[in-house]
C-alpha cells in the first residue's frame, strides 16, 4: 500500500528507490529524507 503509487506517481524512481522511500517514511514518522 503505497509502493504501486509511488511508482505510478514516479516513474523515474526505481522500485528500490520509491521501497527505501516508503520505507523511510513509515519508520521515520514523517522524518524528512
Known sequence: MGEDALSRVMPQLTVDQS????AEMLLGGGRTA
Open 19 to 22: 521501497r527505501k522511500a516508503v
